[in-house]
């Protein structure tokens, strides 16, 4: 079944808002990745995070790992509409070969 | 441009035919992978290959196959089409394995293959 969960798994927010999504595994993963995906299109690699507690900002994006490595969060300040499409979290757990993606939180804003 | 190129972009045929994907990585990328996503839904990882071999296997029907050849292209095969490999397949392809640290390990898509089963 699917060991890391997304959620929200869809978000409407009115242009302006903020918007978070969380990503959770069952077990501990060695890094995590998030990756956008816009409508059409293919997903995209916007960053790695591999520390625990680890904390990274992309302009109006932050993303965050856990103190226990099992959990990540990804907050945008003040969406734009250019923020619409669907964004997934991907993690190797300890010893895998391959990333586990996350079930992915679709993200529309309403201009 | 994420440098990896897939053919066709959409493929339309019956149930019960076969059809082959490709897949060109990334220069220098060893390492291929293979996902499925139907509609609205999330990746789900199929396999991966690593310099020709098989390195990771996920849900994959017996009735599909892959195989990465000598020059790092692959292939993904699918058979006995049913109404539900309706999909769009993803091929990424990273540096993983190539001797570099496993923290660069970034997966880069390529535009992907639509195709449906009719």
């Known amino acids: 079944g699917q060991q890391v969960m997304q959620i929200p798994q869809y978000q409407h927010v009115q242009e302006g808002e903020d918007f978070t999504t969380y990503c959770n595994s069952s077990?501990?993963?060695?890094?995590i990745q998030w990756y956008k995906q816009r409508p059409g299109g293919h997903p995209v690699f916007l960053i790695q995070?591999?520390?625990?507690?680890e904390v990274k900002k992309q302009k109006r994006l932050t993303f965050q790992f856990g103190e226990a490595k099992k959990n990540s969060s990804l907050h945008i300040t003040a969406t734009q509409t250019t923020d619409v499409g669907t964004y997934f979290c991907?993690?190797?757990?300890?010893?895998?070969?391959?990333?586990?993606f996350g079930t992915g939180t679709r993200l529309t804003v309403i201009p | 441009d994420s440098g990896v190129t897939q053919t066709p972009k959409h493929l339309i045929t019956a149930t019960g035919q076969r059809v082959t994907l490709r897949c060109s990585p990334r220069?220098?990328?060893?390492?291929v992978y293979w996902y499925q996503q139907s509609l609205d839904q999330g990746l789900q990882f199929l396999i991966q290959?690593?310099?020709?071999?098989?390195?990771a296997k996920g849900n994959i029907l017996e009735r599909f196959s892959a195989q990465q050849f000598p020059d790092l292209h692959s292939e993904l095969n699918l058979s006995s089409l049913e109404l539900g490999d309706s999909a769009l397949y993803f091929c990424?392809?990273?540096?993983?394995?190539?001797?570099?640290?496993?923290?660069?390990?970034?997966?880069?898509f390529g535009a992907g293959t639509r195709l449906s089963v009719l």
């Open positions: 220069s220098g990328d060893l390492s």
């Open positions: 991907a993690g190797f757990k300890t010893g895998a070969n391959n990333l586990f």
């Open positions: 077990t501990t993963l060695s890094n």
């Open positions: 290959y690593y310099n020709g071999e098989e390195r």
């Open positions: 995070l591999v520390k625990s507690g």
């Open positions: 990424a392809s990273s540096t993983e394995g190539s001797g570099r640290a496993r923290t660069k390990n970034i997966q880069y």
